[in-house]
């Protein structure tokens, strides 16, 4: 999985790879715990965002995701993207897949966020 965290948040004071690294290091550790089901990569990064919504450390912050999962015992690939962040699926030296991307509107993309309680309901957060 990938995360790129939404850089507007310099503005106040918080370094956007906060958000982003550590929603990959929980989406990480749920699948070395084996608390996910390969066919869906939703649920994996759903979990993961969960537990930093209830996580005791303040954490502030928005991220675009995407993950990917390779399932050995089906040969299917099975995939979760929100916002601009991507993956292409290249065989023989050819794109044969691309997501898409999803965005607000220009330099807005769909994201996960965690807002500031005076600021929830302005900051997007997208489910």
Known sequence: GVADGVGGWRDYGVDPSQFSGTLMRTCERL???GRFVPS???GILTAGYCELLQNKVPLLG???ACIVVLDRSS???HTAN?????FLVVRGGEVVH????????FNTPFQLSIAPPEAEGVVLSDR
């Not at 929100?82 to 991507?86: K, N, R, V």
């Open 98 to 105: 691309r997501s898409d991307e999803q965005q607000h509107y």
């Open 82 to 86: 929100l916002g601009d962040s991507g």
């Open 75 to 77: 040969h299917r690939l």
């Open 31 to 33: 699948v070395k715990e």
């Open 62 to 64: 928005s991220s675009t």
């Open 40 to 42: 869906n990569p939703v």
